[in-house]
């Protein structure tokens, strides 16, 4: 079993504390680093190359949003995985954590068993959006005005099957899920989430996700 090395990022000692005896118990999960800041997290980034950081959004110094934006401006932690952490009074920092780069979020009262998760669906670069937090990003995109403009336009470097599945992965959808709603194989669906992927610039999952709301492709409070 490959080891996934991780970093915690919180100003908060104790909370630092319980994740990492959570995350020690846990096997396949190893803890290379600590960080009370952003700036020591994207210090940790460099000098560990972790799968995954776990992000609080507020930090001293230099808070998660601005870490996870160096982290993901950097061509040398391209593989570095951002997990956000934010509370029921962050809503207005959910959808900027996931343009800044994050793999996704979670709210700071998820249940152990869904932290754990969250960490591996974040290394494997799939989008990790909690029920809470996804509801008010959707919220977040019926507010804003009419989509226009270049995020609009970059609709039509896609096939009408990427639409499709871009589509279909800002439903939360999983690779395996999308092969059977358009009847094409595992392989298939991720050389089209790949391929999207590339034309878009997109670092991972989360992001096709903003890009399909942002674009229109996708309308809040649409189900199908």
């Given at each position: 079993m490959s080891v996934?090395?991780?970093?915690?990022?919180?100003?908060?000692?104790?909370?630092r504390s319980g994740l990492r005896a959570l995350l020690t118990a846990e096997p396949g999960l190893e803890v290379v680093a600590e960080a009370g800041d952003g700036q020591q997290a994207l210090a940790a980034?460099?000098?560990?190359?972790?799968?995954?950081?776990?992000?609080?959004?507020?930090?001293?110094?230099?808070?998660?949003?601005?870490?996870t934006r160096a982290i993901a401006a950097d061509?040398?932690?391209?593989?570095?995985?951002?997990?956000?952490?934010?509370?029921?009074?962050?809503?207005?920092?959910?959808?900027?954590?996931?343009?800044?780069?994050?793999?996704?979020f979670l709210l700071k009262d998820a249940e152990p068993a869904e932290l754990l998760?969250?960490?591996?669906v974040a290394a494997a670069g799939d989008a990790l959006l909690s029920p809470q937090a996804a509801?008010?990003?959707?919220?977040?995109?019926?507010?804003?005005p009419?989509?226009?403009?270049?995020?609009?336009?970059?609709?039509?470097?896609?096939?009408?099957r990427e639409r499709e599945v871009v589509a279909l992965v800002a439903r939360g959808l999983s690779n395996e899920e999308i092969a059977d709603r358009l009847t094409i194989s595992p392989?298939?669906?991720?050389?089209?989430?790949?391929?999207?992927?590339?034309?878009?610039?997109?670092?991972?999952?989360?992001?096709?996700?903003?890009?399909?709301y942002e674009s229109g492709l996708v309308h809040p409070g649409r189900t199908s």
């Open positions: 996934l090395r991780v970093v915690l990022a919180d100003d908060q000692v104790m909370i980034a460099r000098a560990h190359r972790p799968d995954v950081i776990v992000m609080d959004i507020r930090m001293p110094v230099l808070d998660g949003l601005a870490a061509p040398e932690l391209s593989d570095v995985r951002v997990l956000m952490l934010t509370t029921f009074d962050e809503d207005a920092l959910v959808f900027e954590a996931i343009r800044a780069g994050a793999a996704g998760r969250g960490i591996r509801r008010r990003l959707v919220a977040a995109f019926a507010a804003a009419t989509p226009a403009g270049p995020t609009a336009r970059a609709l039509d470097l896609l096939t009408t392989a298939t669906s991720r050389t089209h989430v790949s391929r999207a992927m590339i034309k878009l610039a997109a670092r991972d999952r989360a992001q096709l996700v903003v890009f399909a």
